[in-house]
């Protein structure tokens, strides 16, 4: 390249030096433009090679060019190479443009990296080849080209993390834009001022923006302040809309980056600036206050961002005591431009954190689920959340948000009503709400799990009742709602609130949960009829379980009737509840457990018997319960209730009683032949047979009985007999007991013997079916006394054996039967029985006399035996009596048995003597001769044979005057 005029060889030198430089720099450009240009694109490394080659040679021919530079300025040189150098460096940046185009999205992030950072490193050397090429001095224009280049070589090296360049480049350009001149005022005061070109403003406002936020992330907040004041002063008349957009967008950058940093020291546990918050306001509301001037689609989304930013800053706790109410007005200002359901969430957040009104908190709510259209699941799932999230001290309030809630999916049901019958005419009306509206599901939940108290989700349910009739959960929502509600009357219960409970058990049966209605509405009833039971209100109670049939449902209304003292109308119940469905029997025990405590044993009576009936008849069923035990309270029982009526026996009672005996005897009974035997069923035995022989003792006389004594007797001889069979030892006395029961059950036998005639064979069988019970209870009577000592209760089921039995000789005629009975060894029967036996057969005309005295004698026999002398003497009188022929038998055995004894009392031979010779005066007297001598003969003989020679020589005296007066063979005896 020739310079002229030729300068000194130092210089030249130098000159030299440059020009080599000059060359090797046009020389790595071109090649490198030619690489770019050509249609095999140059791998990366190549070109960072070939770049860096650039780098180095344009630094040397920056070093060069300043050694030389005032040399250039001294001669007259060639322009030539700043042409070339403007010329390569503008193809270098097109170039760049065209590569960047080309590269925008390389693949991956680190494709793109290295993308970015071959750009970049060409626009470096681009630019600042640019820059050296540029003619000077530098005009305007020059400046306002260089600018441009600048911000967009900063943007590039910026994006390729190359901040150090970035800087100087930014001077750089900071240098051009100062010499950059917007144009005086018109009128050279300060006022208005010519309009520079339009291009001229962007390229430094573009400037001014990218400073701005270099200042803002390198934490020079003042220069960041001082170019905005340059903004606002040199630039902000000249500003269209565009560029007013693109400023607001820088401020709310810069605050939304002050907001990030902060949370970004606060997350890494660094110490964050309080104050970054209040820092960032100035800006957003700059950038707000920029939009609100501009109109467009783009300004409102840009101002929506602003605004959700602002109100972030508001709501950092170093934004002010009044940061509040400042971010609920800018959320207002943002709902207007876009009232999301979102938004209003966070509205109502705000509203809460700034305790504001009732009112205006539900307004929110309201205002936030109409914002969403359409309704979505989880729209209306996040909204709900936050009604979640309200403090429990505000109660009514989230009761008051629930009921508007609830009107706003009915007024969003009725509009898609309306919609679905546009075509049709009127308008929609609650009946056409859909049974499954989505949101009032939602809403219905979350107020089951949110609301605690009682009475305010009642009367949301009444509400919702009244205001959408049809409107019903599905079943799995209905399933989870009656859950929850359940949990919270069972809390309520436990916490005492027993009415609120109740309420709470009847919120379950609504319409609106009838998908459960074959399932659970019938136990919340009854859980209801249960607490209002507790409260002794009973009417309420009772419409609680007015039309449930099941079990449970009639032991709630039993429970009910015995807690009102209703114990006729319980009774009545007893039945219906065991034979109804669902009937189990915790049902009966609970039932018998009301009636004791309410002390009403009638009742307690119809409640064991039931049980006791039903255990008989569900034996697998019955588990843990012991009916013998049940037995044995429900006998105690009815015989407290005979105590009570001692004076007239309730016969209903005593039959009762011998039906609960019987069925006692059935079961244990049944019990004793399993294996193992139950521990206390002796025990239990032992008991009944001991009560029940009492009361059949005490009432076997009485009417009430009546012929029914005879079973019950014999149900008592069993559970005897069972009793003796479990028990180890046996006690005589119970034994004597069982033989005296056994023959009271016999009467019954008796009873038929005697209602049927001997003529017939009907009473023939009848007593002997009689006689031969007779004989074995005798049989054993006689080897239960054999060998022990004497028992009195056994001696006297002995005596009435030999009634029995000689009654039922008598009846048929069989006294030859009876005389061996009175032949038969005395040890083995009872004085009394001897006694019946000789008295029946004197009384009795149907027994020959033959037979009378040979009894007659075998009774004397016995009584001289057993030295039973007023036996003697009682029957003595009774054949003078009614027997005079017999009687005169018998006197004269007595007076064989006399004279073997060697003592007998005087006095009862006295008797006799006296009693004969009275009958011998009263033949006499009765003009009967030959009875008086035989009579009077006989008492002679008494008198002789005892130890009174008065009584004998008066008698003589007397006998013999009676013979003068009435001469028979009464002197023969006289003389013998």
Same mark, same amino acid.
Not at 210 to 228: C, D, F, H, N, P
Not at 234 to 254: D, M, P, S, Y
């Given at each position: 390249?020739?310079?002229?005029?030729?300068?000194?060889?130092?210089?030249?030198?130098?000159?030299?030096?440059?020009?080599?430089?000059?060359?090797?720099?046009?020389?790595?450009?071109?090649?490198?433009?030619?690489?770019?240009?050509?249609?095999?694109?140059?791998?990366?490394?190549?070109?960072?090679?070939?770049?860096?080659?650039?780098?180095?040679?344009?630094?040397?021919?920056?070093?060069?060019?300043?050694?030389?530079?005032?040399?250039?300025?001294?001669?007259?040189?060639?322009?030539?190479?700043?042409?070339?150098?403007?010329?390569?460096?503008?193809?270098?940046?097109?170039?760049?443009?065209?590569?960047?185009?080309?590269?925008?999205?390389?693949?991956?992030?680190?494709?793109?990296?290295?993308?970015?950072?071959?750009?970049?490193?060409?626009?470096?050397?681009?630019?600042?080849?640019?820059?050296?090429?540029?003619?000077?001095?530098?005009?305007?224009?020059?400046?306002?080209?260089?600018?441009?280049?600048?911000?967009?070589?900063?943007?590039?090296?910026?994006?390729?993390?190359?901040?150090?360049?970035?800087?100087?480049?930014?001077?750089?350009?900071?240098?051009?834009?100062?010499?950059?001149?917007?144009?005086?005022?018109?009128?050279?005061?300060?006022?208005?001022?010519?309009?520079?070109?339009?291009?001229?403003?962007?390229?430094?406002?573009?400037?001014?923006?990218?400073?701005?936020?270099?200042?803002?992330?390198?934490?020079?907040?003042?220069?960041?302040?001082?170019?905005?004041?340059?903004?606002?002063?040199?630039?902000?008349?000249?500003?269209?809309?565009?560029?007013?957009?693109?400023?607001?967008?820088?401020?709310?950058?810069?605050?939304?980056?002050?907001?990030?940093?902060?949370?970004?020291?606060?997350?890494?546990?660094?110490?964050?600036?309080?104050?970054?918050?209040?820092?960032?306001?100035?800006?957003?509301?700059?950038?707000?206050?920029?939009?609100?001037?501009?109109?467009?689609?783009?300004?409102?989304?840009?101002?929506?961002?602003?605004?959700?930013?602002?109100?972030?800053?508001?709501?950092?706790?170093?934004?002010?005591?009044?940061?509040?109410?400042?971010?609920?007005?800018?959320?207002?200002?943002?709902?207007?431009?876009?009232?999301?359901?979102?938004?209003?969430?966070?509205?109502?957040?705000?509203?809460?954190?700034?305790?504001?009104?009732?009112?205006?908190?539900?307004?929110?709510?309201?205002?936030?689920?109409?914002?969403?259209?359409?309704?979505?699941?989880?729209?209306?799932?996040?909204?709900?959340?936050?009604?979640?999230?309200?403090?429990?001290?505000?109660?009514?309030?989230?009761?008051?948000?629930?009921?508007?809630?609830?009107?706003?999916?009915?007024?969003?049901?009725?509009?898609?009503?309306?919609?679905?019958?546009?075509?049709?005419?009127?308008?929609?009306?609650?009946?056409?709400?859909?049974?499954?509206?989505?949101?009032?599901?939602?809403?219905?939940?979350?107020?089951?799990?949110?609301?605690?108290?009682?009475?305010?989700?009642?009367?949301?349910?009444?509400?919702?009742?009244?205001?959408?009739?049809?409107?019903?959960?599905?079943?799995?929502?209905?399933?989870?709602?009656?859950?929850?509600?359940?949990?919270?009357?069972?809390?309520?219960?436990?916490?005492?609130?027993? &009415?609120?409970? *109740? +309420? /709470?058990?009847? #919120?379950?049966?609504?319409?609106?949960? =009838? $998908?459960? @209605?074959?399932? !659970?509405?019938?136990?919340?009833?009854?859980?209801?009829?249960?607490?209002?039971?507790?409260?002794?209100?009973?009417?309420?109670?009772?419409?609680?379980?007015?039309?449930?049939?099941?079990?449970?449902?009639?032991?709630?209304?039993?429970?009910?009737?015995?807690?009102?003292?209703?114990?006729?109308?319980?009774?009545?119940?007893?039945?219906?509840?065991?034979?109804?469905?669902?009937?189990?029997?915790?049902?009966?025990?609970?039932?018998?457990?009301?009636?004791?405590?309410?002390?009403?044993?009638?009742?307690?009576?119809?409640?064991?018997?039931?049980?006791?009936?039903?255990?008989?008849?569900?034996?697998?069923?019955?588990?843990?319960?012991?009916?013998?035990?049940?037995?044995?309270?429900?006998?105690?029982?009815?015989?407290?209730?005979?105590?009570?009526?001692?004076? &007239?026996?309730? *016969? +209903? /009672?005593?039959? #009762?009683?011998?039906?609960?005996?019987? =069925? $006692?005897? @059935?079961?244990? !009974?049944?019990?004793?032949?399993?294996?193992?035997?139950?521990?206390?069923?002796?025990?239990?035995?032992?008991?009944?047979?001991?009560?029940?022989?009492?009361?059949?003792?005490?009432?076997?006389?009485?009417?009430?009985?009546?012929?029914?004594?005879?079973?019950?007797?014999?149900?008592?001889?069993?559970?005897?007999?069972?009793?003796?069979?479990?028990?180890?030892?046996?006690?005589?006395?119970?034994?004597?007991?069982?033989?005296?029961?056994?023959?009271?059950?016999?009467?019954?036998?008796?009873?038929?013997?005697?209602?049927?005639?001997?003529?017939?064979?009907?009473?023939?069988?009848?007593?002997?079916?009689?006689?031969?019970?007779?004989?074995?209870?005798?049989?054993?009577?006689?080897?239960?006394?054999?060998?022990?000592?004497?028992?009195?209760?056994?001696?006297?089921?002995?005596?009435?054996?030999?009634?029995?039995?000689?009654?039922?000789?008598?009846?048929?005629?069989?006294?030859?039967?009876?005389?061996?009975?009175?032949?038969?060894?005395?040890?083995?029967?009872?004085?009394?029985?001897?006694?019946?036996?000789?008295?029946?057969?004197?009384?009795?005309?149907?027994?020959?006399?033959?037979?009378?005295?040979?009894?007659?004698?075998?009774?004397?026999?016995?009584?001289?035996?057993?030295?039973?002398?007023?036996?003697?003497?009682?029957?003595?009188?009774?054949?003078?009596?009614?027997?005079?022929?017999?009687?005169?038998?018998?006197?004269?055995?007595?007076?064989?048995?006399?004279?073997?004894?060697?003592?007998?009392?005087?006095?009862?031979?006295?008797?006799?003597?006296?009693?004969?010779?009275?009958?011998?005066?009263?033949?006499?007297?009765?003009?009967?001769?030959?009875?008086?001598?035989?009579?009077?003969?006989?008492?002679?003989?008494?008198?002789?044979?005892?130890?009174?020679?008065?009584?004998?020589?008066?008698?003589?005296?007397?006998?013999?005057?009676?013979?003068?007066?009435?001469?028979?063979?009464?002197?023969?005896?006289?003389?013998?």
């Amino acid at each position: 390249m020739a310079l002229t005029p030729a300068p000194a060889p130092r210089k030249r030198a130098k000159l030299d030096t440059f020009a080599a430089s000059l060359d090797e720099l046009i020389s790595q450009l071109q090649t490198i433009n030619s690489s770019l240009a050509s249609d095999s694109a140059p791998s990366h490394s190549s070109l960072i090679r070939e770049l860096n080659s650039l780098t180095l040679k344009r630094e040397a021919f920056e070093g060069s060019l300043r050694r030389v530079k005032k040399q250039l300025e001294e001669v007259e040189q060639s322009k030539d190479w700043r042409e070339e150098l403007d010329r390569d460096g503008v193809e270098l940046w097109n170039r760049s443009t065209a590569l960047k185009d080309s590269w925008d999205d390389f693949g991956s992030a680190t494709e793109n990296d290295k993308a970015k950072e071959v750009i970049a490193l060409i626009r470096l050397n681009a630019f600042k080849i640019i820059r050296l090429g540029a003619p000077e001095p530098l005009e305007e224009k020059d400046h306002v080209a260089l600018l441009a280049l600048s911000t967009k070589t900063y943007t590039a090296l910026s994006s390729s993390t190359n901040l150090a360049a970035a800087d100087d480049i930014l001077s750089v350009g900071a240098e051009h834009c100062a010499s950059i001149s917007l144009g005086p005022p018109l009128d050279g005061s300060q006022g208005a001022r010519a309009s520079p070109p339009l291009s001229t403003v962007r390229i430094v406002l573009a400037h001014y923006t990218t400073r701005i936020t270099l200042s803002i992330q390198s934490g020079k907040m003042g220069v960041a302040e001082w170019i905005k004041s340059k903004i606002k002063d040199e630039l902000f008349g000249f500003l269209q809309e565009r560029e007013i957009c693109k400023v607001a967008n820088t401020a709310h950058e810069a605050g939304r980056w002050m907001l990030a940093s902060k949370a970004r020291r606060e997350s890494s546990s660094s110490a964050a600036d309080e104050g970054e918050s209040a820092k960032a306001l100035p800006w957003l509301l700059w950038a707000f206050e920029l939009l609100e001037g501009v109109q467009g689609e783009a300004s409102e989304a840009m101002k929506i961002n602003v605004l959700s930013v602002l109100v972030e800053a508001y709501l950092d706790p170093s934004a002010g005591s009044s940061r509040l109410e400042k971010a609920d007005q800018t959320l207002i200002k943002l709902l207007r431009l876009q009232p999301t359901a979102a938004l209003w969430r966070r509205r109502i957040k705000l509203l809460v954190a700034r305790s504001a009104g009732d009112g205006e908190i539900t307004r929110a709510f309201v205002e936030a689920s109409t914002a969403v259209t359409p309704w979505t699941e989880d729209e209306g799932a996040r909204l709900l959340q936050e009604l979640h999230k309200l403090p429990d001290n505000r109660r009514s309030l989230k009761s008051g948000v629930y009921e508007a809630l609830v009107d706003v999916a009915i007024q969003m049901q009725q509009r898609e009503a309306c919609n679905r019958d546009s075509m049709s005419e009127g308008s929609a009306s609650t009946s056409s709400i859909s049974p499954t509206s989505p949101f009032l599901a939602q809403v219905v939940m979350s107020a089951v799990l949110s609301i605690k108290s009682g009475p305010s989700l009642h009367t949301l349910f009444e509400h919702i009742s009244g205001a959408a009739p049809s409107f019903q959960l599905d079943p799995q929502s209905a399933f989870l709602c009656t859950t929850y509600i359940w949990r919270s009357a069972d809390k309520a219960h436990a916490q005492g609130k027993t &009415e609120e409970a *109740a +309420e /709470l058990c009847l #919120l379950c049966t609504k319409p609106m949960l =009838a $998908a459960m @209605k074959e399932t !659970t509405w019938s136990k919340s009833f009854r859980k209801a009829a249960l607490c209002y039971g507790e409260l002794k209100k009973y009417d309420e109670a009772e419409k609680s379980i007015a039309h449930d049939s099941s079990a449970k449902g009639r032991f709630l209304r039993l429970y009910n009737l015995i807690g009102n003292a209703r114990y006729e109308e319980a009774a009545a119940l007893i039945e219906a509840m065991v034979s109804a469905e669902g009937f189990y029997l915790q049902l009966l025990l609970w039932t018998a457990k009301a009636a004791q405590e309410a002390g009403s044993d009638p009742l307690l009576s119809k409640v064991l018997e039931c049980l006791i009936t039903y255990s008989a008849r569900h034996e697998e069923a019955v588990v843990g319960v012991d009916c013998m035990v049940l037995f044995r309270q429900l006998i105690r029982l009815l015989m407290y209730q005979l105590s009570d009526e001692e004076e &007239e026996v309730n *016969a +209903e /009672l005593l039959s #009762l009683l011998r039906g609960h005996f019987a =069925a $006692a005897l @059935k079961l244990a !009974t049944r019990l004793s032949k399993q294996t193992p035997i139950p521990e206390k069923l002796a025990q239990g035995v032992a008991w009944l047979y001991r009560i029940g022989y009492n009361l059949c003792t005490r009432f076997i006389n009485n009417p009430a009985l009546g012929s029914s004594s005879c079973s019950f007797f014999g149900v008592i001889a069993s559970l005897i007999e069972l009793e003796t069979s479990l028990s180890t030892s046996t006690n005589p006395k119970d034994l004597a007991t069982l033989m005296r029961c056994r023959l009271v059950a016999l009467t019954e036998d008796l009873n038929s013997a005697r209602a049927a005639s001997t003529t017939t064979s009907a009473g023939v069988d009848a007593y002997k079916k009689l006689l031969s019970h007779l004989d074995k209870l005798e049989t054993d009577c006689a080897e239960l006394s054999r060998g022990k000592p004497r028992n009195e209760q056994l001696e006297r089921t002995r005596e009435t054996l030999g009634a029995l039995k000689l009654e039922a000789f008598a009846a048929l005629g069989d006294w030859g039967r009876a005389l061996e009975l009175a032949e038969a060894d005395s040890s083995v029967r009872t004085e009394k029985s001897i006694k019946i036996l000789a008295q029946k057969a004197v009384e009795d005309d149907s027994c020959p006399p033959a037979i009378v005295l040979e009894i007659l004698k075998a009774t004397l026999k016995n009584l001289f035996g057993r030295g039973d002398l007023d036996t003697i003497r009682l029957m003595a009188g009774l054949l003078l009596e009614d027997k005079p022929d017999e009687a005169f038998e018998y006197f004269s055995i007595a007076v064989s048995f006399l004279a073997s004894l060697s003592s007998y009392p005087i006095e009862e031979q006295s008797w006799l003597t006296i009693s004969a010779w009275d009958k011998g005066i009263d033949a006499f007297t009765g003009h009967h001769p030959s009875a008086g001598h035989q009579w009077c003969s006989l008492a002679l003989r008494l008198a002789r044979s005892s130890q009174a020679p008065l009584l004998a020589k008066q008698m003589e005296n007397d006998y013999k005057s009676l013979c003068e007066k009435f001469p028979e063979d009464g002197e023969e005896e006289m003389r013998g």
